[in-house]
T-cell receptor, first 113, second 110 residues
């Protein structure tokens, strides 16, 4: 089983659409969870951390279900600039993000006019 | 905003040659990392470095790889004898509370 598994995509949506990405992780000792975004041939950039209580940042909402080892990202009112690869990322180090990050394969999102 | 920087942006080398990839982490960060991403594949952890020593390394990080922080500013990744399969993007990252990634070095081994 892959350590971090994501919807393969690609997702092609019109501007203004709502799109949801799912991710599962295999290591129950995982402590920190993130969504990163990666533009073509660029570095991963942190989009948001994911907390058990769920968290929202503007149009982006992230959820974590530790019992199911499941993470989600919801993007509302999609913009053309949201087109990118979205990476589900997990860290096992206890309580901090100082340990290695384990990345999913990524889900490609294309938002079209 | 402080950034992680990496040089060169693109390195082309012949198989069997040594390469050194350079990174300047964010100045007050204490944890440093190298990751790689083969074209079309996921980002993979190579090594983490703290207090002038390796804190964790992956199976990929074999005896051909080494890291160094030679001068308190730069953080380098050396590949002693490159193979074709070392062709990838290599990302440096540094961490205070979140890992910030540099723009990467594209290594092409011919």
């Amino acid at each position: 089983r892959k350590e971090v598994e994501q919807d393969p995509g690609p997702f092609n949506v019109p501007e203004g659409a709502t799109v949801a990405f799912n991710c599962t992780y295999s290591n129950s000792a995982s402590q920190s969870f993130f969504w990163y975004r990666q533009d073509c041939r660029k570095e991963p950039k942190l989009l948001m951390s994911v907390y058990s209580s769920g968290n929202e940042d503007g149009r982006f909402t992230a959820q974590l279900n530790r019992a199911s080892q499941y993470i989600s990202l919801l993007i509302r009112d999609s913009k053309l600039s949201d087109s990118a690869t979205y990476l589900c990322v997990v860290n096992i180090a206890g309580g901090t993000s100082y340990g290695k990050l384990t990345f999913g394969q990524g889900t490609i999102l294309t938002v079209h006019p | 905003e402080p950034e992680v920087t990496q040089t060169p942006s693109h390195q082309v080398t012949q198989m069997g040659q040594e390469v050194i990839l350079r990174c300047v982490p964010i100045s007050n960060h204490l944890y440093f990392y190298w990751y790689r991403q083969i074209l079309g594949q996921k980002v993979e952890f190579l090594v983490s470095f703290y207090n002038n020593e390796i804190s964790e390394k992956s199976e990929i990080f074999d005896d051909q790889f080494s890291v160094e922080r030679p001068d308190g500013s730069n953080f380098t990744l050396k590949i002693r004898s490159t193979k074709l399969e070392d062709s990838a993007m290599y990302f440096c990252a540094s961490n205070a509370d979140t890992q910030y990634f540099g723009p990467g070095t594209r290594l092409t081994v011919l």
